[in-house]
């Protein structure tokens, strides 16, 4: 169980291990320990056993293999699977099971992972405040009182506690490496238009991205190179070919440009210790051979809700219908946001759209400086788990709602890559997140720099300790 | 701007097809007044000028 899923592909790939005995023992793991963290919604355990055997057979027939054969596969319930109850966190989807699979679920299928279930998650990726509607409370292996963050929580809880090898989450402004940050993974979102969003439930047709959630870099190439690439159903990905990811790791870091992104090193915003480990990492890249240097984007600081209006509004032109007629089926805090979304004037989205096309301008011309940039993925780790009832002002609402600074928002907005990966541990014994972004299809660069990372140091390979849970 | 009144947002509301209902109103009035705000005072030179693409087209990412 502690193996990554590229040491697992190359052991079953061996005959050295049996696809059933890991299926069987993954299995084993959810019934022990799922019913605390509660990652999943749904286990699909019949279908994956069958899936381990007929993965078997495949294996002593010496057939060919796919990169991920074997390999059990857990997703975020936002993406349809053929025959599996897919919720995508809400009770408005109870009962719904597509007949097919999304892209990128029905990638890794065909190259040969084995689907166990389907993952938990915040309603309709839509962020923090509101109770989950399945399962209960998902929780942070590290420490069962504080928050495994969102909204892809069951990704980040499953990689973490071993309760699946692999696992693909989706990133609207953060929710792939917010929770690969807090529970101590490897979580990259992909440019915009990089993977497939057909049969990805939408929430921000503009900002959405499908990506792996692993264990190390290197199982993130294999995944993202598998599930990457043109696709007819969605219309927005790009036609360039999709790069041998696993191959560009092979590159050292000598002379690579990698820039500390001054605007998320602030003390005043970010946990002391936070900064100390992202500012070990750069000197640890430099060691490596990094040429590091400090990078600045002031419009940072400026941008103001205009991330929020961007993300808000297209998620209430997506959900206005049943915000009309079924509201009470929504948290508080979602059905709000929406509906405040809902009467944006077009003036302020216009402008907060040019805002957007201006940072892009800002965003890219950094990378003419720099070939990376690093930042924390989050200004401190996971905080205690909190469920919001309302604001009840002006002043609450502009402390909660008014703006403040997020690190995984940049390379959303840009539509770049960025991934999140461990680089440390709090005096508290909780992950740190490092985020390491680059410019447009330059994954290959995120990747790069990440895996030369984490072989110089140990910290994605440390366990959250969970035998007391069973 | 000044802010919204909780009138105003209901009307506009009604005007816009969206039902909101009193209990949500006050803090759908608070998020909206706050999240209008939040952009006013942002200014660039080239803020008029820019077209509001949220990516680069397809082409030219092909060149770079």
């Known amino acids: ?470 | 701007m000044s802010d919204l009144t909780f009138q105003e947002v209901a009307a506009l509301a009604k005007a816009s097809g969206v039902v909101v209902s009193e209990d949500d109103l006050e803090e759908v009035t608070h998020r909206l007044n706050v999240t209008i705000t939040g952009v006013e005072e942002f200014s660039h030179p080239d803020l008029d000028s820019v077209n509001p693409l949220p990516f680069r087209p397809l082409e030219e990412v092909d060149d770079s």
Not at chain 1, 134 to 156: M, T
Not at chain 1, 165 to 179: C, F, K, M, Y
Not at chain 1, 292 to 313: K, R
């Open chain 1, 1 to 470: 169980m502690d193996l990554s899923g590229s040491e697992l592909a190359r052991l079953i790939a061996a005959k050295a291990v049996s696809p059933l005995e890991v299926v069987t023992g993954y299995l084993d793991r959810i019934d022990r320990l799922d019913p605390q963290l509660h990652a999943y919604i749904t286990v699909c355990r019949e279908e994956a056993l069958a899936g381990a055997r007929e993965a078997e057979r495949a294996v002593l027939r010496g057939e060919s293999l796919g990169p991920l054969h074997g390999l059990p596969l857990a997703v975020k319930d936002q993406f349809d699977t053929a025959g599996v109850l897919t919720t995508c966190g809400s009770t408005i989807l109870e009962g719904y099971v597509p007949t097919t699979d999304a892209t990128a679920v029905a990638r890794a299928k065909e190259a040969g992972a084995i689907l166990l279930g389907k993952l938990n998650m915040t309603e309709f990726a839509a962020g923090m405040g509101d109770r989950y509607k399945y399962s209960g409370a998902a929780k942070n292996p590290w420490n069962l009182e504080r928050s495994p963050g969102a909204s892809s929580s069951g990704s980040g809880i499953a990689i973490a506690a071993s309760l699946c090898s692999i696992a693909l989450g989706e990133d609207t402004g953060g929710s792939i490496r917010g929770p690969a940050a807090l529970n101590g993974i490897t979580g990259l979102r992909p440019t915009w238009g990089r993977v497939s969003r057909h049969g990805m439930f939408p929430f921000s047709w503009s900002l959405d991205a499908g990506g792996p959630m692993t264990r190390t870099v290197e199982d993130a190439a294999l995944v993202l190179g598998v599930i990457a690439g043109h696709d007819p159903k969605d219309p927005q990905t790009s036609r360039l070919p999709t790069p041998d990811y696993l191959h560009g790791l092979k590159d050292g870091l000598e002379g690579v440009r990698v820039g500390l992104l001054r605007e998320f090193m602030d003390p005043s915003d970010a946990d002391g210790e936070v900064l100390a480990a992202v500012r070990a990492a750069a000197s640890q890249m430099g060691e490596l051979g990094a040429d590091v240097g400090e990078a600045s984007l002031p419009m940072l600081e400026e941008l103001g809700t205009a991330p929020a209006i961007i993300s808000e509004s297209d998620g209430a032109a997506a959900h206005r219908q049943w915000l009309n007629d079924r509201p009470e089926e929504y948290g508080a805090n979602i059905r709000r946001r929406l509906l405040a979304a809902s009467l944006l004037p077009s003036q302020v989205v216009h402008k907060a759209a040019r805002m957007r096309a201006l940072f892009r301008r800002e965003w890219l011309k950094l990378f003419e400086r720099f070939d990376v940039l690093i930042s924390p993925t989050s200004p401190s780790v996971a905080g205690r788990i909190e469920y919001v009832e309302g604001v009840t002002g002006r002043a609450e609402a502009e402390r909660r709602f008014g703006g403040g600074k997020s690190a995984t928002f940049p390379a959303a907005w840009a539509g770049s890559p960025a991934m999140s990966l461990p680089c440390g541990f709090s005096s508290d014994d909780m992950p740190i997140g490092l985020q390491v972004m680059a410019s447009h299809f330059r994954e290959d660069l995120v990747l790069r720099v990440g895996r030369h990372y984490q072989e110089s140091t140990t910290w994605h390979a440390m366990r959250p300790e969970l035998g007391f849970l069973g």
